[in-house]
């Protein structure tokens, strides 16, 4: 028997101590909007969010992510707001990825 929170986290005590105990619906969160797109190194989809009570507020209503399949062990995604550009912190190390993706990657991605 599970119960669920205003703010849409479902609390459900488990008998298995691996299986966490407070979780989010389906129906909460984002959907990708149409189909993923192929980049070179991965893909892009739209995000809509679906509509359910917000956990922190001011959710942004249409997100992009961007994935990469950078080496066959180094899988990286990031979500930005398409509409608004917004400052990211500069890194002297962390370099805009170059190159094609992983031909034989150790992980499964599922959107």
């Given at each position: 028997q599970s119960t669920c929170s205003l703010r849409g986290c479902c609390w459900s005590p488990q008998s298995d101590a691996n299986v966490p105990?407070?979780?989010?619906?389906?129906?909460?969160?984002y959907q990708v909007r149409g189909s993923e797109r192929s980049t070179e190194a991965g893909f892009e989809a739209t995000l809509d969010r679906l509509p359910s009570p917000s956990l922190f507020g001011n959710d942004i209503q249409t997100v992009l992510l961007?994935?990469?399949?950078?080496?066959?062990?180094?899988?990286?995604?990031?979500?930005?707001?398409?509409?608004?550009?917004?400052?990211?912190?500069?890194?002297?190390?962390?370099?805009?990825f170059q190159g094609s993706k992983a031909s034989n990657p150790s992980y499964n991605v599922e959107v």
């Open positions: 105990w407070c979780f989010f619906s389906p129906n909460h969160g961007t994935a990469e399949y950078q080496t066959n062990n180094r899988f990286r995604f990031k979500i930005t707001d398409p509409n608004a550009k917004r400052f990211e912190v500069p890194h002297e190390h962390v370099k805009p």
